[in-house]
């Protein structure tokens, strides 16, 4: 069955960096798009990213232009987030999610159990 | 940025009940509208797509209807485990999601 296990959360101070990734298992990797939708604590759902199946097409949600980079390594089964310059509002748990399609139809079809990243100084 | 309303906040049902959850979006979204389900401490489940659509494996008592502005979430008859979070979410135009719908006991 469709898995998908994030890593690399933690409690990082504002200004700093993080890098959160995703292994995937049971289904072929390189044949979906994939995203990372984030949920604050005690808040709503927010998209964060997607990346397209060959990683050449990657778009963000405007809160995290310029410092949010999403990557996939098929060769790994794995998709990474970048996260640079955070701030407070960064604080969530992060999911990494599947697209049903190769080319994104930015529904979220499956997720992983999600990471908690905690911005404080 | 599209905003979808969710209403009501919270429904208080029981077991058995039917429960008829409404998204409204601020501008026309066409069918491209899906439905996730949150129990707390978990990831959201994919319910419905294409704002009709059912994923794989939810349940027949799970069904979603409407187009342009208007959608809803019905579950005809609620089991024990249907309480909990639903959220709609539109891909016509930056996706966004609603702010949530608690269905409890």
């Known amino acids: 069955q469709v898995r998908l296990v994030e890593s690399g959360g933690g409690v990082v101070q504002p200004g700093r960096s993080l890098r959160l990734s995703c292994s995937a298992s049971g289904f072929i990797f390189s044949n979906f798009a994939m995203h990372w939708v984030r949920q604050a604590p005690g808040k709503g759902l927010d998209w964060v990213a997607v990346i397209s199946v060959d990683g050449s097409t990657k778009y963000n949600t405007d809160s995290v232009k310029g410092r949010f980079t999403i990557s996939r390594d098929d060769s790994k089964n794995t998709t990474s987030l970048q996260m640079n310059s955070l701030t407070t509002d960064d604080t969530a748990v992060y999911f990494c999610?599947?697209?049903?399609?190769?080319?994104?139809?930015?529904?979220?079809?499956?997720w992983g159990q999600g990471a908690l990243v905690t911005v404080s100084s | 940025e599209i905003v979808l309303t969710q209403s009501p906040a919270t429904l208080s049902l029981s077991p058995g009940q039917r429960a008829a959850l409404s998204c409204r979006a601020s501008q026309s979204i066409g069918s491209y509208l899906a439905w996730y389900q949150q129990k707390p401490g978990q990831a959201p489940r994919l319910l419905i797509y294409d704002a009709s659509i059912r994923a794989t494996g939810i349940p027949a008592r799970f069904s979603g209807r409407g187009s342009g502005t208007d959608f809803t979430l019905t579950i005809t008859s609620l089991e024990p485990e249907d309480f909990a979070v639903y959220y709609c979410?539109?891909?016509?135009?930056?996706?966004?999601f609603g702010q949530g719908t608690k269905v409890e006991i």
């Open positions: 999610a599947r697209d049903p399609r190769r080319i994104a139809r930015f529904y979220f079809e499956n």
């Open positions: 979410q539109q891909r016509s135009d930056r996706r966004t």
